[in-house]
């Protein structure tokens, strides 16, 4: 289940888009590329000026760091919002804002 998880994880920090393609998920072991790399910010758009990519780097580990502690806590958002260290208004409306609830 962890793996899946990671795999999930990866998948929309590597996406660039609305949509988890195939090619996000690496699910065949055996078909590394050459040039790939562990480090997450080798995959990071890097177009536009630093807000533009400031933003879209915040709000993925956002979306990443919310889906994670609703994951540990069975998806109690009081749990999630004490563990966050967010009001529990503040994470309804990042839940909105990522899409996420």
């Known amino acids: 289940m962890?793996?899946?998880?990671?795999c999930i994880e990866r998948a929309v920090i590597l996406c660039d888009g609305e949509q988890?393609?195939?090619h996000h998920?690496?699910?065949t072991a055996h078909a590394i590329p050459a040039e790939r790399s562990d480090r997450p910010?080798?995959?990071?758009?890097l177009t536009g000026t630093l807000a533009d990519v400031?933003?879209?780097v915040q709000t993925e580990v956002?979306?990443?760091?919310?889906?994670?502690?609703?994951?540990?806590v069975g998806g109690d958002r009081?749990?999630?919002?004490?563990?966050l260290k967010v009001g529990y208004g503040a994470l309804l409306a990042k839940l909105k804002e990522h899409g996420l609830g």
Not at 41 to 45: G, K
Not at 62 to 72: A, F, M, Q, Y
Request: hydrophobic share 40%; charged share 30%.
């Open 2 to 6: 962890r793996e899946l998880q990671n």
């Open 20 to 22: 988890i393609l195939t």
């Open 25 to 27: 998920l690496n699910l």
């Open 41 to 45: 910010w080798d995959h990071v758009d």
């Open 54 to 56: 400031v933003g879209r």
């Open 62 to 72: 956002e979306r990443l760091k919310i889906t994670r502690v609703l994951g540990d």
């Open 78 to 83: 009081g749990q999630a919002a004490d563990q």
